[in-house]
């Protein structure tokens, strides 16, 4: 089917299946689960990922004419965006056959919701200095520590956990990876309430939680090579939008911006051509770096410049709207007020803009790296976390 | 869509890099044009006919290809006629004229454009008369493209009737004339057609895209050897996060030359909205990174025989050659129906 048939079958299928906001029953997981089952029924679930592991095999073309297609929608499946951005790609690249075949398919049905388990108080920006520790049993694993910043995880049946395995070593060189089973008796999920006033993350604290080794993604003490494959693939979803629905519904957007002020003056005008302007330069960045991966071209550390441009792009349009809409959009709950308390989390989630620019520099640059005074000490003998 | 450059057009962009770098490398800029060099720019590789219709001689290639010839003579600031007779060029396919399309092709003829708004009148004779205050490449082509009236005239640059003044430029590496017509000569070759405005704007932004890309690589190659306080300056993040910035800038500038290069060969419909992104955007990233670029040289990038001020003073020429940036900002206003 070439991109355009594709494109229009997409859209109609959209058009019969995207719930209306007004039939919400109550429990939206619910619903997502439904929506998510009945687009992988569809073949629009897994467009790209391998059929042998219950994707559609297809290529970054009929990737995009979805995606063109879902752009006038906004789908119900943020819950899944963890895993299908993040997780399961992670999976595909780096998990046994035996986990494929037991984790890709559900996950693509939306039958298990994922997170992902690597930021710690102690270790945000400097992740590998992660404390959580996973001490072998025979058979199984047994880990404790905590976790944090973690979106998804109070619905999550499974969640990618980085964790400690050897403190004797640098602290790069002693990590694991593990699939963890969010419902084992030992897992705590506390939701923590963002500048938004909204619970989209939460903490995890593990007690004496059992892993069996079959669930271990990739070598002992490899973990860290694995998460780099994560953060990634984390950084080109986040830049590409996984599972972010479109521009539809933003009340910061030009479109809507263009409706509710007023553009008979100049300066307003200006305003938003400047807005165009940034917008249209990032988006076709990221399809630049869609046809480069079609072509075999792996974007790499690039994904991280995208990264950083969106966040700066959605900083910026939130600030501009409620500049250009005055006092009205900081009271009464209005939207641009909510659009303002949540477009921080982009510069920060994934990865701050800092650490961004640092990826940039180095491996796209390869400019010198900064000196690291802990790059050879053993873990155990680093002043990290609540470890004196 | 098309975003990415074809086999083809990667060879094309080796053979162009290949022959500047041994003959017109970013040191010898500040010599100015160099007739010998150009004509074998246009001999051995047949720039100068690369986007003239196979019919007149040319390669018949298409802006997608222009786009990756004119990043290369941008990166070395090749000085010259080059831009100027490719404007020339863009104007003459929209309005073909056999014997100029077949000289410009066959690199004998270097020409110019004016630029829109050019206050030249033809009497009944067809001589014309008229001031164009700032013409690129002036002193350098054989022949200027002017419309008078509602047509497009062609006129020889030696003969009587026209004075030619050099300008004192910003931009020592490519000349601009003052040319006064006091009935001068001219060929009618008919009406301009539409777009062309836009074609310069892609074609410009083909060449900012390239100094930019350059002063770029020209500060981060520094930031790898200059020590200070013990380390490279790269590995510090003051000077990191901003180079980091800075390829932001370029890969996006990459992004949107590409599309509006597509845009000019296979969607008229876009093109108008392409060029406009192309000038608003690249222009000013251009510059941006030119001038970030001579201020992490530190001192050295202030002095007159550092190249800095060369990239400097090219990207702001280049961002006000068509015309004060507020007007593609304005256009692009327009075109969104503000």
Same mark, same amino acid.
């Given at each position: 089917?070439?991109?355009?048939?594709?494109?229009?079958?997409?859209?109609?299928?959209l058009?019969?299946?995207?719930?209306?906001?007004?039939r919400?029953?109550?429990?939206?997981?619910?619903?997502?689960?439904?929506?998510?089952?009945?687009?992988?029924?569809?073949?629009?679930?897994?467009?790209?990922?391998?059929?042998?592991?219950?994707?559609?095999?297809?290529?970054?073309?009929?990737?995009?004419?979805?995606?063109a297609?879902?752009?006038?929608?906004t789908l119900?499946?943020?819950v899944?965006?963890?895993?299908?951005?993040?997780?399961?790609?992670?999976?595909?690249?780096r998990?046994?056959?035996?986990?494929?075949?037991?984790f890709v398919?559900p996950?693509?049905?939306?039958?298990?919701?994922?997170?992902?388990l690597?930021?710690?108080?102690?270790?945000g920006?400097?992740?590998?200095?992660?404390?959580?520790?996973?001490?072998?049993?025979?058979?199984?694993?047994?880990?404790?520590?905590?976790?944090?910043?973690?979106?998804?995880?109070?619905?999550?049946?499974?969640?990618?956990?980085?964790?400690?395995?050897?403190?004797?070593?640098?602290k790069?060189?002693?990590?694991?990876?593990?699939?963890?089973?969010?419902?084992h008796?030992?897992?705590?999920?506390?939701?923590?309430k963002?500048?938004?006033?909204?619970?989209?993350?939460?903490?995890?604290?593990?007690?004496?939680?059992?892993?069996?080794?079959?669930?271990?993604?990739?070598?002992?003490?490899d973990?860290?090579?694995?998460?780099?494959?994560?953060?990634?693939?984390?950084?080109?979803?986040?830049?590409?939008?996984?599972?972010?629905?479109?521009?539809?519904?933003?009340?910061?957007?030009?479109?809507?911006?263009?409706?509710?002020?007023?553009?008979?003056?100049?300066?307003?005008r200006?305003?938003?051509v400047e807005?165009?302007?940034?917008?249209?330069?990032?988006?076709?960045?990221?399809?630049?770096?869609?046809?480069?991966?079609?072509?075999?071209?792996f974007?790499?550390?690039?994904?991280?410049?995208a990264?950083?441009?969106?966040?700066e792009?959605?900083?910026?349009?939130?600030?501009?709207?409620?500049?250009l809409?005055?006092?009205?959009?900081?009271?009464?709950?209005?939207?641009?007020?909510?659009v303002?308390?949540?477009?921080?989390?982009?510069?920060?989630?994934?990865?701050?803009?800092?650490?961004?620019?640092?990826?940039?520099?180095?491996?796209?640059?390869?400019?010198?790296?900064?000196?690291?005074?802990?790059?050879?000490?053993?873990?155990?003998?680093l002043?990290?976390?609540?470890?004196? | 869509?098309?975003?990415?450059?074809s086999?083809?057009?990667?060879?094309?962009?080796?053979?162009v890099?290949?022959?500047?770098?041994?003959?017109?490398?970013?040191?010898?800029?500040?010599?100015?044009?160099?007739?010998?060099?150009?004509?074998?720019?246009?001999?051995e590789?047949?720039?100068?006919?690369?986007?003239?219709?196979?019919?007149?001689?040319g390669?018949?290639?298409?802006?997608?290809?222009?786009?990756?010839?004119?990043?290369?003579?941008?990166?070395v600031?090749?000085?010259?006629?080059?831009?100027?007779?490719?404007?020339?060029?863009?104007?003459?396919?929209?309005?073909?004229?056999?014997e100029l399309?077949?000289?410009?092709?066959?690199?004998?003829?270097?020409?110019?454009l004016a630029?829109?708004?050019?206050?030249?009148?033809?009497?009944?004779?067809?001589?014309?008369?008229?001031?164009?205050?700032?013409?690129?490449?002036?002193?350098?082509?054989?022949v200027?493209?002017?419309?008078?009236?509602?047509?497009?005239?062609?006129?020889?640059?030696?003969?009587?009737?026209?004075?030619?003044?050099?300008?004192?430029?910003?931009?020592?590496?490519?000349?601009?004339?003052?040319?006064?017509?006091?009935?001068?000569?001219?060929?009618?070759?008919?009406?301009? @057609? =539409?777009?062309?405005? !836009?074609? #310069?704007?892609?074609a410009? $932004?083909?060449? /900012?895209?390239? *100094?930019? &890309? +350059?002063?770029l690589?020209?500060?981060?190659?520094?930031?790898?050897i200059?020590?200070?306080?013990?380390?490279?300056?790269?590995?510090?993040?003051?000077?990191?996060?901003?180079?980091?910035?800075?390829?932001?800038?370029l890969?996006?500038?990459?992004?949107i030359?590409?599309?509006?290069?597509?845009? @000019? =060969?296979?969607?008229? !419909?876009? #093109?108008?909205?392409?060029? $406009?992104?192309? /000038?608003?955007? *690249?222009? &000013? +990233?251009?510059?941006?990174?030119?001038?970030?670029?001579?201020?992490?040289?530190g001192?050295?990038g202030?002095t007159?025989?550092h190249?800095?001020?060369?990239?400097?003073?090219?990207?702001?020429?280049?961002?006000?050659?068509?015309?004060p940036?507020?007007?593609?900002?304005?256009?692009?206003?327009?075109?969104?129906?503000?």
């Amino acid at each position: 089917m070439n991109p355009a048939d594709y494109q229009r079958a997409a859209r109609d299928w959209l058009e019969r299946n995207v719930p209306s906001e007004g039939r919400a029953d109550g429990d939206p997981i619910a619903q997502a689960k439904d929506f998510m089952a009945r687009l992988y029924d569809a073949g629009y679930s897994g467009i790209t990922w391998p059929e042998r592991w219950g994707g559609q095999g297809l290529t970054q073309e009929e990737e995009r004419a979805f995606a063109a297609a879902a752009r006038d929608f906004t789908l119900p499946i943020y819950v899944f965006s963890i895993g299908l951005g993040m997780t399961g790609p992670t999976l595909v690249d780096r998990g046994t056959d035996a986990q494929r075949e037991r984790f890709v398919r559900p996950l693509l049905r939306g039958e298990e919701i994922w997170c992902q388990l690597f930021s710690e108080p102690g270790a945000g920006s400097d992740v590998a200095s992660l404390q959580t520790r996973a001490e072998r049993d025979g058979d199984d694993w047994i880990v404790n520590g905590q976790k944090v910043w973690t979106s998804v995880a109070q619905h999550a049946d499974w969640g990618l956990l980085l964790a400690r395995t050897n403190v004797d070593v640098p602290k790069h060189k002693g990590l694991t990876m593990f699939v963890v089973d969010m419902h084992h008796p030992g897992v705590t999920v506390r939701p923590l309430k963002d500048m938004s006033g909204r619970s989209n993350f939460n903490e995890i604290f593990f007690d004496d939680v059992h892993i069996p080794d079959e669930h271990r993604v990739g070598d002992v003490d490899d973990g860290w090579s694995v998460a780099v494959t994560t953060l990634l693939h984390e950084r080109l979803s986040i830049s590409a939008g996984v599972g972010m629905g479109g521009q539809k519904d933003n009340p910061a957007s030009l479109e809507a911006l263009r409706r509710t002020v007023d553009t008979s003056d100049p300066l307003v005008r200006d305003e938003l051509v400047e807005l165009h302007i940034r917008s249209r330069a990032l988006a076709l960045f990221n399809q630049r770096l869609a046809q480069e991966t079609e072509a075999g071209v792996f974007p790499g550390a690039r994904g991280s410049a995208a990264k950083l441009l969106l966040a700066e792009l959605t900083l910026y349009q939130a600030d501009l709207a409620t500049r250009l809409a005055g006092p009205e959009s900081v009271v009464g709950g209005h939207p641009l007020g909510t659009v303002l308390s949540t477009a921080p989390g982009l510069a920060l989630g994934g990865g701050t803009n800092e650490i961004m620019r640092n990826i940039v520099g180095d491996r796209v640059l390869n400019l010198p790296p900064e000196p690291r005074v802990d790059k050879t000490v053993p873990f155990k003998d680093l002043k990290v976390g609540t470890q004196a | 869509m098309k975003l990415v450059p074809s086999q083809e057009q990667r060879e094309l962009r080796a053979a162009v890099r290949d022959f500047l770098a041994a003959a017109s490398p970013p040191a010898k800029a500040r010599q100015g044009h160099d007739p010998e060099v150009y004509a074998r720019l246009n001999g051995e590789l047949g720039l100068s006919g690369l986007i003239v219709p196979e019919e007149y001689g040319g390669a018949g290639a298409g802006f997608a290809e222009l786009a990756v010839a004119l990043e290369e003579t941008g990166a070395v600031l090749l000085p010259g006629p080059f831009l100027a007779t490719v404007f020339a060029a863009v104007a003459l396919t929209r309005a073909p004229d056999k014997e100029l399309l077949a000289g410009i092709a066959e690199g004998r003829v270097a020409a110019t454009l004016a630029l829109p708004g050019a206050d030249v009148t033809a009497d009944d004779t067809g001589r014309l008369s008229g001031t164009l205050p700032q013409v690129l490449s002036g002193m350098e082509a054989d022949v200027l493209l002017v419309t008078a009236g509602s047509a497009l005239h062609a006129v020889d640059l030696t003969a009587e009737g026209v004075t030619r003044t050099p300008l004192e430029t910003l931009d020592i590496t490519r000349g601009q004339a003052r040319v006064v017509l006091d009935g001068a000569p001219a060929r009618t070759l008919g009406e301009p @057609a =539409d777009g062309i405005a !836009d074609r #310069l704007a892609v074609a410009l $932004a083909a060449e /900012q895209l390239g *100094v930019l &890309r +350059a002063a770029l690589d020209a500060i981060v190659g520094y930031a790898k050897i200059r020590v200070a306080f013990g380390r490279y300056i790269g590995s510090y993040q003051g000077v990191k996060h901003k180079l980091a910035d800075m390829h932001g800038k370029l890969e996006q500038a990459e992004s949107i030359v590409r599309y509006a290069a597509w845009a @000019a =060969d296979e969607a008229p !419909d876009e #093109l108008p909205g392409a060029a $406009a992104l192309a /000038q608003a955007y *690249v222009g &000013r +990233a251009c510059f941006e990174v030119a001038r970030d670029s001579l201020l992490l040289h530190g001192g050295i990038g202030y002095t007159w025989e550092h190249d800095a001020h060369l990239y400097f003073k090219r990207a702001k020429t280049d961002e006000v050659l068509l015309g004060p940036p507020r007007l593609h900002r304005a256009r692009i206003a327009d075109l969104l129906e503000l």
